[in-house]
């Protein structure tokens, strides 16, 4: 510890010792040291799944954490010990994605969703633990958000581009809407998928999703009419950083917000990006603009503006925060907040790292090898310095700060520099299984719009599908692994 820290560190303890700095005011600074983070280390691995783990999540109070699997268990650890406390079937028929604990409920009750597109309920008994289904999603469900402080309530989106409500005292859900490209010109569009899904903790009314394309969604749960009268398909707000709009070869995989509503994006072959409130586009978003249609590549990474487009004055205050040096191809990972008032940012890597920047400005002040392959999965404990994350291997790792001497920037991490693709692995239709949802995801686009007397040339896009299909089948394998689609063994 350098002296200038040691010395603020005997202040504060001074501070607290004479009253003049609350315990948990000294608990917050104490966790948010950088000195902590830099002291980071492997603790414990956590070892008894037999596939890759997709999802940790700690409970409220930190003691307990929760891992799903591509075995389809869920498994609930004493982290510390490194004991199971409780090792179950999640019921679901494929890879589990997400697990988490419903707020206020002893933790024994546990909402999933898998690759099977089932959103399933799991409560632990004294005896037993019985699971059933709440709803399905036409593909593969990612991500569920719980709302914050509610033991009920919970709002679950899938690649079909379905959002769903589910309410557990009625064990009821609610379709929202089918989110839909921004730049909808066809009545038939292709399926938008959606691969994350967050919810603002000082307002549970707003909710973001994000998928397939460049734009994150603000919703608000106000302005839906629960007797279905109204279209809540529209957004309340869309973000997109200005160098990305247009460019629609680049989705979010990750979504999470701060405790000041903050709004944190991580975007596949591109890099992180951090949004406040007033950097929204409004609910309607120009789907190109100067800043993208001008733009040239460049080997700072793609969309970067042109002489052209430089005499165009854009608001410093609407360009997002970046985080750059990981990897996002791979796969579909998550990103979070460290820290006990969210003052950094953490990211896996498909380097196998983990990734951590100073929230504010957005340097890069902490690399750690975690995993031989893929880092998808990272969590914060909600009270001290510990991270837990996951990835390809079958094991989770405990990170607490245990090293005797300060890490270092490894001299050779490599900054990475993002490069456009034609279609991203997230967008292509590589297997029957991706024309099936298509066609699923068509089937209710056009119920819906039979139901309100509207005419569309739904041949035209089955055949623009089919079409689709027979291409990416025919190009897959001369592509190589930059344009492959994931293992299905893996989130």
């Known amino acids: 510890m350098s002296r200038r820290n040691l010395d603020k560190a005997v202040v504060e303890l001074w501070q607290r010792e004479v009253g003049r700095l609350s315990p948990r005011n000294f608990a917050h600074r104490l966790a948010a040291s950088e000195d902590l983070l830099l002291r980071l280390d492997l603790y414990r691995k956590l070892d008894k799944h037999r596939g890759c783990v997709n999802t940790v999540s700690f409970n409220a109070d930190g003691d307990i954490l929760i891992s799903g699997s591509d075995d389809r268990r869920v498994i609930l650890w004493d982290w510390e010990t490194g004991n199971v406390k409780l090792s179950f079937h999640s019921g679901h028929n494929n890879n589990v994605f997400q697990a988490k604990f419903m707020p206020f409920s002893d933790d024994r009750s546990i909402v999933t969703c898998a690759a099977d597109g089932q959103v399933r309920h799991a409560q632990i008994l004294e005896r037993d633990v019985e699971t ?89 749960i106000r302005k839906y009419k629960w007797d279905g009268s109204t279209d809540f398909g529209q957004p309340a707000d ?28 991580s975007y596949n072959d591109e890099f992180i990006y951090l949004f406040t409130r007033d950097m929204g586009l409004g609910p309607n978003p120009v789907p190109s603009s100067p800043l993208s249609t001008h733009s040239e590549e460049s080997e700072n990474g793609p969309a970067q503006p042109s002489a052209s487009s430089s005499a165009m004055e854009v608001d410093e205050k609407s360009i997002p925060q970046a985080y750059k ?50 880092v998808n999965c ?27 001497d300060r890490a270092t920037l490894p001299k050779n991490i490599e900054q990475f520099k993002p490069k456009a693709r034609s279609r991203g692995w997230m967008f292509q239709l590589a297997s029957p299984e991706d024309l099936m949802l298509q066609l699923f995801s068509l089937q209710r686009q056009r119920s819906n719009q039979e139901d309100n007397g509207e005419n569309s040339a739904a041949g035209r896009e089955l055949l623009d599908l089919i079409m689709a299909f027979n291409a990416n089948s025919d190009t897959s394998s001369d592509e190589g692994e930059d344009a492959s689609a994931p293992e299905d063994s893996c989130d």
């Open 132 to 220: 059933k289904l709440l709803a399905e999603h036409n593909g593969r469900a990612h991500k569920l958000a719980i709302e914050p402080g509610s033991p009920h309530i919970f709002y679950t989106c899938g690649e079909d581009g379905l959002v769903q409500h589910i309410d557990l005292r009625t064990s009821a859900a609610t379709e929202l809407f089918t989110c839909r490209p921004i730049d909808d010109s066809s009545s038939y569009s292709e399926v938008f998928q959606l691969n994350a899904i967050a919810i603002d903790p000082r307002n549970p009314n707003l909710f973001a999703v994000a998928g397939s394309d460049e734009y994150t969604r603000l919703y608000d």
């Open 238 to 265: 869309c973000f997109c950083p200005p160098n990305l709009i247009g460019h629609d070869q680049f989705g979010v995989t990750g979504l999470a917000f701060s405790d000041q509503s903050e709004l944190l994006v």
């Open 325 to 374: 040096g990981h990897r996002n191809s791979e796969t579909v990972k998550g990103v979070s907040f460290f820290g006990p008032k969210c003052e950094y940012v953490v990211s896996g890597s498909d380097c196998g790292r983990i990734f951590i920047w100073r929230k504010k400005g957005g340097e890069l002040i902490r690399v750690m090898e975690a995993d031989k392959h893929v």
């Open 378 to 404: 990272i969590e914060s404990h909600p009270h001290t310095t510990v991270l837990a994350s996951s990835g390809i291997e079958k094991d989770i790792k405990i990170w607490t700060p245990k090293a005797a």
